[in-house]
Each structure stands twice: as C-alpha cells, then as structure tokens.
C-alpha cells in the first residue's frame, strides 16, 4: 500500500522511539510523492535536499538520546507562496519565476523543522492565491484524491489534497477568504484558520496583507493541534469542554445547503447540544465588503508587475487584478468601515457562547465540468459561490477550524468559530468530536 500508513502523532513517536528512521521515511515518501502524484497534481516541487537534511538532523538527535522534537519525521507540504530557503518562491505564477531564491525559510516553515518535521514539498496553489479552487494557468489543476473529476478547492488546494491521499501529514496554507476551510472541507481533512496575526506571515507572499492569515491542514486533530503549538512555539492550556456553550449560526449560514449538508449540520448540531441559533447581521454586505478589500488590494500588491509583465499572469488572475485597480476610493473606504462594524457585531454574538457552528460550503466538490450551482433559487458560478459561508467570517479575523465530518459520500466539513486567541477551545472540542466518531479526516 503507498503513503503514509501512520498519523501525525504515532508517527512521530514511532521516530524519536527509532523504530522507524527518519531518512528511510523521508526517502520513501519522495518515492511515493513523485509515483502518485501524477494522479492529483498537488506538488509543484520536491524539496529533496532540505528533506534529507532535516531527516538526518532527526536522526542524530535520536540516537544521542535527545528529543527531536514534537514532529519528529513527520513530512509537510509547504504552499508555494512560504519562502524555502535555497527555492524561488512563485506564488503559484510564473511572473515571479526568475525571481532570486529566497535567503532564509519563511517563520513557519523554520518552526516547523524546529519541532523535528520534514519539508517534504512545495504545493500547488491558485496563481497569487486569487481563487477558490486551485486552477492554476501554469502548473495545472489539483484534483480532489476522493474524486479526481472534482475540485480540491483552493487556494490552498495542493497542500489539503496532499495531506487527503496520505503524501504527507501537514500542510501549510493560507487563508484570506477561505483558502484553508474550502479545501479542508472538499477534501475531508481538518484545517485552521488562526486568529488573524497570531501566526507570523513573515516570509509569505501576500495576497491581501489586512486580511490574510496562515495555518495548518492535518491528517488528524491532534495532529492539527500539536502542528499548531510548533507553529507558535507555545503549549495551549487544557480546556474543559463541558463548560463549552456551543450556538449555531443562523440566517445566511443556514440557507442554499445541498441536502447532505444540512443532515450532516443538523446532525453535528444535536450531538454538541447546539441548540441556539446566532443570526449575524448584514452577512452579505459583509461578504461583499471582503471581495472588495481583496479587489482592490490585492491589486496594490501588483500594479508594477502588471505594467510590464501583464502577459504572463493567468488571464483571469490578470483580469480580477486590473478591475480590482479600477475601484474608487469611496467604495474601498466603505468597505473598510462596514469590516470594523462587522468584527463589532462578532464579538456582540459570543456574549453568551463559546464557540458558534456553521457549514464550511454549500456542498460537496463540484466537478471541474460543473460551471454553476444553485444558490437563493439561481445559477451560480459554482467556483465563486464556494466562499459562501467562509468569505464573511474573514472580515472579522477570528479563528475557525474545519472540522471532517463523518459522512457517507463526498467530504463535508464544518466550520467552529471561537473569539480571537481561543484555539485552545476549538482544539478541545475538535478532539472530542474525533474521539467520539463524530469527525474524522477521510485518507486515500
């Protein structure tokens, strides 16, 4: 059987135990990306030196008796928009591809091989993380593992359908308006997106720099969580999850779901008690106000290159991009103004709860033949529409964990938001729901 055959936290045991080397692991799992990978398209490229290296810096360590770390062996995809030292860092376009190699690893990739893990690859990603499906002009499409006609999602679509087919047990990705949650829910893995600032972007590209986060896949939840505490270099506190009031969000996150999404919601909901529901307000103004601040800034972000290398952009990235720039100001500013009123009327809906419960996605993955899905009674674009219940959450900067629920059929997932700086609640109540067979990532 190929790819890994353990999880994040046994597999870094049987390592710093030494009943499995480090080397050999990372040597195989080469073997096994570079066999399989022509089957899903997740890995731009293959990190064969800085792998090896790291393996063997585990390896001494193990045999002079001391801890390795926490990640000890465990192989990780890196997005290719974290720099690597030694690797040009494309942001998933060819405009950056003569670019020089970056100097020093991004912060999260340092801590990560910190805490004993392998960088293994650099992953697919939608051109500049512009996208919700990890289409991409130039290194071609990622496809789903559970069902290769269908999306991955994206942005950071290599790194989740990676960690699905069992190439690698982390994923690093990033997530502006839902480019770790949609990925995470089509391809049945978990996924967190940090509270805004509490992970270092330093050293990442960036798409919209007000709103982007960074965070994590994992094959498992205490995979998530142990990956999580490396990345901040901090243990999180016990939490008591019975103590934990648990609403649902209503209005807006509970229309336009598929009929196996609303079961499973329901579902989810009953068995965690959820039995208030939470409505937001203006959630599509809010919704709007995201594509707008994304527009506009991340056009900011390449109005030099555009004027002299326009024609090596993606002609869609390209063109988002150029509208983007094309915004006035008043919108821009309104915008802005309706996120700090927004984030507001957040923090106004934990008052009397802990953590609030609403679905990743409308459904499962479309098809990559499926241009339009049903939204409010009309035909949508399906791939603009897969930020539906993840784009307006972004405004406010809290944390969000995609939760694999175990469903028949394709991957759903759910989404549990906490207040800025809780994780420690949303790690608590994801092992739970693992434990209790409620969740559980969906491997190949």
Not at 201 to 229: M, R
Not at 352 to 371: M, N, S, Y
């Amino acid at each position: 059987m190929s790819g890994l055959q353990q999880r994040t936290l046994a597999l870094a045991a049987s390592v710093r135990k030494g009943e499995i080397s480090a080397r050999d692991l990372t040597v195989k799992t080469l073997a096994d990306i570079e066999a399989r990978d022509k089957d899903y398209n997740c890995v731009t490229r293959l990190l064969m030196h800085r792998a090896l290296e790291a393996a063997e810096r585990v390896d001494r360590l193990v045999l002079q008796g001391q801890d390795p770390g926490p990640l000890a062996g465990v192989p990780f995809g890196i997005k290719d928009l974290f720099d690597v030292r030694g690797e040009i860092t494309t942001a998933g376009s060819k405009v950056l591809a003569n670019d020089p190699p970056a100097t020093q690893d991004a912060t999260l990739v340092a801590h990560m091989i910190a805490a004993g893990a392998i960088p293994i690859a650099l992953t697919n990603m939608d051109e500049f993380a512009y996208g919700f499906a990890t289409i991409n002009a130039h290194y071609g499409n990622t496809r789903n593992p559970h069902a290769p006609e269908r999306l991955a999602g994206g942005s950071s679509g290599g790194s989740a359908a990676g960690v699905a087919a069992r190439m690698f047990s982390i994923g690093l990705g990033s997530d502006t308006n839902g480019s770790i949650r949609v990925p995470a829910s089509l391809c049945g893995i978990w996924g967190l997106r940090a509270t805004q600032g509490r992970l270092s972007v330093e050293g990442s590209y960036p798409f919209v720099p007000s709103l982007d986060t960074v965070g994590p896949f994992a094959d498992s939840a205490g995979g998530l969580k142990a990956c999580f505490e490396a990345l901040c270099a901090r243990s999180l506190a016990d939490v008591d999850v019975s103590s934990l009031r648990i609403a649902r969000l209503g209005g807006w996150f509970g229309e336009n779901m598929s009929a196996p999404m609303q079961t499973a919601i329901d579902t989810l909901s009953m068995a965690l008690g959820a039995t208030d529901v939470v409505e937001l307000p203006e959630v599509a103004r809010a919704r709007a106000a995201a594509f707008v601040i994304s527009a506009s800034e991340g056009a900011g972000q390449h109005l030099k290159r555009l004027r002299t290398q326009a024609a090596d952009y993606d002609p869609a990235v390209r063109d988002r991009l150029l509208a983007g720039a094309l915004l006035p100001s008043t919108l821009i500013f309104q915008a802005h103004r309706l996120r700090h009123w927004f984030r507001d009327r957040m923090h106004e809906a934990f008052a009397k709860t802990d953590i609030l419960l609403a679905p990743a996605l409308v459904g499962e993955a479309p098809r990559f033949d499926q241009p339009e899905i049903e939204i409010g009674g009309k035909m949508v674009s399906a791939r603009a529409n897969l930020g539906l219940y993840t784009q307006p959450l972004t405004l406010a900067g809290f944390p969000v964990l995609t939760v694999p629920m175990k469903v028949p059929g394709l991957p759903l997932g759910a989404q549990l938001i906490a207040r800025p700086g809780r994780e420690d609640q949303l790690f608590a109540l994801a092992e739970k729901l693992e434990t209790d067979g409620l969740a559980e990532a969906r491997l190949i």
